[in-house]
Structure formats: structure tokens, C-alpha cells
């Protein structure tokens, strides 16, 4: 019965469009990740510029996040992520045809990655405040915990197949495969009949609403909160998945010869990166399937500051292992933390925000979360050209620690306040469910 309630979402016809479409797309999505940074690595062979390129694709959505947040609550959603999946889909196809041309540079990785970032900064915001649009407040937890999964499970698949793909034909076509899978969730949004309207009147200047979204994050305690520890681990502790090419190359260098002779390759670093982003994303699945199984928010602060503590423990551990196999094994618990502490903390945020104000929380969740990752990025690829990769990511995983416990000081002062928005919003939405009726924010 759990397993068959951690489906529930999917009884909502939109939302089976959405999740098919978007796992295919999301399986390319993943192997442009990984074959992207292996193109920069092998063209430079710096950490530094590993890092200065993970900066330009992801800065932009700090930059720009705002503008997707009132677009998000301005427009209607489902044509916003529509035009957001049309941009990456040129984006990517372009990509491919640079590098499969040989006319790429760094020069040309670090526009492309620029302007992808730009259209991530009103994607994000666009698509999960358009979670609502589809399941309604009552399954949107679940729906929460789903797209995570989902996330998750194209995060495990595509870095292996981009593995495979790079080291037998190249990058190139690992960029042509995520173009054509952006025709997947293309189709499954024009074939939703889903109703989302614009939330707030087009007559309020723009600014004054973007001005509106940061004054309800700041002055709320329990999302100002989780919105701060978000970036304190976005900067500090997923540096580390910028910094993996160089663990697959020059530290974790013996190891996967099996699985590289099974595939006939001989491009080792290659395979040894996709086993190892693949490890992270088998241990990301699982921490989103253990929330896709809950029917409610009691307990989920709790469960933020110890996923945060165990994800800063397991980097910390995996920065000082010499053994390949021991290294896969170790990012299994750190994919798993980080996905349950992001997806905890995206699913407590969405049950205390007012429908209104959904599409410009997001957008701040999107500046703490990825818009803050780029400067994480730059500083643990320069730190890593100085003291060595294991080192920083051995930091990172320290300062993520130290996160954890300011946390879990925090939630005696929030949980009142959380309580009372989550009723708030529960009864917005029709009768509150039994499980947020009870002391709900009570950790």
C-alpha cells in the first residue's frame, strides 16, 4: 500500500504527460552534463576552467531567476515551460553540430553554456510552480517527491550511457541525444488539457512584485531558513560534481578497466566518470523514492538537518578514498542526502506559500539552489588547482556539516511559524489533510 501511495500523482493524466516526457528528456539532459564536462576537460585539462564553465551556465539563473519567478506567476505556466524546452532543445542541437563539425573552442562551450543557464533561470521557476497546475495541493508533496524521482532516475541512466557514448563515439552525439529528447516533453505539454492561469494582475508594475516575493521569503522565518542553508550547500558542497573529471582521471585512475573492456573502450577517465556520477544518481534515487513513500510533512526539518549532516560526513569521506570501487560505493549516500534534504526542503517550502507568491519563491529556491552553485563552482575550481581536489571537496563537505547544525539550532524558533503557514495554506486549498492538522512543522 506505501509503495502503491508513492504513486499517487500519477493517477492525474497531466502530470503522467508531464513525468514521461520529462524522464527521456531528462536522461539526455544528464548525458549533456557529464559529456560536456568531459569536452572541457579534455580540451583544457584544468579545474579552473571546469569550474569557470559550471559558473556560466549556472549564474545566469541567480541573475535571472527573478524575472522567471513573475513571468512564472504573470503567465501561464504551461506555455512559459513549453518555450523553455523549445530554447534548450535549439541550444543543445547547436552544441551538437560545433562539436561534431570540430568547429568547438571553450569559447564557444562557455556562450552556449551562458545562455542554456538564462533559459534555466525561467524554466525552474516555470516548472515547479506548475507542479500545483497539474495534481492539485493535495498530491503536490507527492508530486514534489516524483519529479525528484524521476530527476533521479535519468540522473543514473544518463551519465552511464554518456559514458559509454563519449568513449565510442564522442561527445557530439551525447549532445544531439539530449536535442532530440526535448520532443518528448514538448509533445506531452501540448497534449495536456490543464488549467493555469496567470496569478496576479499584469496592471502591478513588475518590479513591485518581484520586490513582493523577496519581502515574503525574507520575512518568513521557516523558508527564509531553508532558503539559506540551501546555499550554504550549494556553495560549499556540490562543487564536488564539477570537480569529478578529475577524480575519474588523475586520483581514482585504477579502476574500471572490467567495465571499460566489457563495453570495448579504451577512454578509462570517461567510463570511470560515468560509474561514478551513475553511483551518485542510484544513492539520489533512492533519497527521493524514501519521500515519494510519505503522505506527510511532519518531520521533514528533522530529516533536512541530518540529510544535510550525513551528504557533508559522506563527501568528506569519499574526498579521502584512494579505491575507485570504494568511491562509487561512498557517492551512493552522498546522491542520497543531498536529493532528500533539496527535495524536503522544495516540498516544506511549497506547502507554506501562497498560490500567488509560488512562481517568485521558486525563483528565490532557484537562486539558492542552482544560482548560488556557480560561484561554488568557481571557487572549488580554483581551490582545486591549488590544493588539490580531495582537499576542497573534503571542505565543502566539512562547511556543509556546520550547516546542518545552525539548522537543526533553528527549527525550535521556526516550527510554530511553519505550522501555522502550513494550515494556512492547507485550508486555502479545500479542507486540511489529517496529517497537516496535527503539530505538522513540529521538527
Not at 562551450?109 to 525552474?124: P, R, T
Not at 497539474?134 to 554518456?162: C, H, Q, T, Y
Not at 523514492?289 to 560526513?313: D, E, H, N, P, Q
Amino acid at each position: 500500500m506505501r509503495w502503491q501511495a508513492a504513486g499517487r500523482a500519477l493517477r492525474h493524466r497531466n502530470f503522467q504527460l508531464f513525468f514521461s516526457g520529462q524522464l527521456i528528456s531528462l536522461i539526455g539532459t544528464w548525458m549533456q552534463t557529464v559529456a560536456q564536462s568531459w569536452l572541457v576537460y579534455r580540451l583544457t585539462g584544468s579545474g579552473l576552467k571546469l569550474g569557470a564553465v559550471g559558473f556560466a551556465s549556472q549564474i545566469p539563473v541567480f541573475l535571472f531567476a527573478p524575472l522567471g519567478g513573475i513571468v512564472a506567476d504573470r503567465s501561464n505556466r504551461k506555455h512559459v515551460v513549453i518555450g523553455t524546452q523549445i530554447a534548450s532543445m535549439v541550444l543543445a542541437l547547436v552544441l551538437a553540430a560545433l562539436t561534431l563539425t570540430n568547429r568547438i573552442t571553450v569559447r564557444e562551450i562557455f556562450v552556449l553554456a551562458a545562455l542554456l543557464g538564462v533559459v534555466n533561470a525561467f524554466d525552474i521557476p516555470g516548472r515547479q510552480s506548475f507542479l500545483v497546475d497539474m495534481v492539485g495541493k493535495e498530491d503536490l508533496m507527492n508530486a514534489i517527491a516524483l519529479n525528484s524521482s524521476m530527476f533521479n532516475g535519468a540522473r543514473v541512466i544518463g551519465p552511464a550511457v554518456a559514458g559509454i557514448l563519449v568513449a565510442r563515439l564522442g561527445e557530439g552525439w551525447c549532445f544531439f541525444a539530449n536535442g532530440i529528447s526535448y520532443i518528448a516533453v514538448i509533445a506531452g505539454l501540448m497534449m495536456m488539457n490543464v488549467h493555469a492561469p496567470a496569478r496576479v494582475s499584469t496592471k502591478t508594475s513588475p518590479w513591485e512584485h518581484i520586490v513582493e516575493g523577496f519581502q515574503f521569503v525574507n520575512r518568513t522565518a521557516p523558508i527564509r531558513a531553508l532558503m539559506i542553508l540551501l546555499g550554504l550547500v550549494s556553495v560549499t558542497g556540490m562543487p564536488y560534481v564539477v570537480l569529478m573529471p578529475i577524480f575519474a582521471d588523475k586520483i581514482l585512475h585504477r579502476g574500471g578497466q572490467e567495465f571499460a573492456s566489457l563495453i570495448g573502450s579504451h577512454d578509462l577517465g570517461a567510463v570511470r566518470l560515468g560509474i561514478l556520477m551513475g553511483s551518485a544518481g542510484v544513492g539520489a534515487l533512492l533519497g527521493a523514492l524514501t519521500l515519494a513513500v510519505r503522505s506527510g510533512v511532519k518531520g521533514l526539518g528533522r530529516w533536512i538537518s541530518v540529510c544535510c549532516a550525513g551528504f557533508g560526513v559522506s563527501l568528506m569521506l569519499f574526498s579521502f578514498s584512494k579505491s575507485f570501487w570504494l568511491s562509487v560505493l561512498l557517492l551512493m549516500p552522498v546522491g542520497y542526502f543531498i536529493m532528500l534534504q533539496m527535495a524536503s526542503s522544495n516540498t516544506l517550502i511549497q506547502v507554506m506559500v501562497p498560490d500567488a507568491l509560488r512562481g517568485r519563491t521558486m525563483a528565490v529556491y532557484s537562486m539558492m539552489f542552482m544560482g548560488m552553485a556557480p560561484i561554488g563552482a568557481l571557487l572549488g575550481g580554483a581551490l582545486s588547482d591549488r590544493l588539490g581536489a580531495p582537499l576542497t571537496v573534503s571542505i565543502g563537505g566539512f562547511a556543509s556539516v556546520m550547516g546542518a547544525w545552525w539548522f537543526a539550532a533553528q527549527l525550535p524558533k521556526i516550527r510554530v511559524e511553519a505550522r501555522r503557514l502550513i494550515v494556512a495554506q492547507a485550508m486555502a486549498g479545500g479542507e486540511p489533510a489529517e496529517e497537516m492538522s496535527a503539530p505538522v512543522a513540529e521538527d
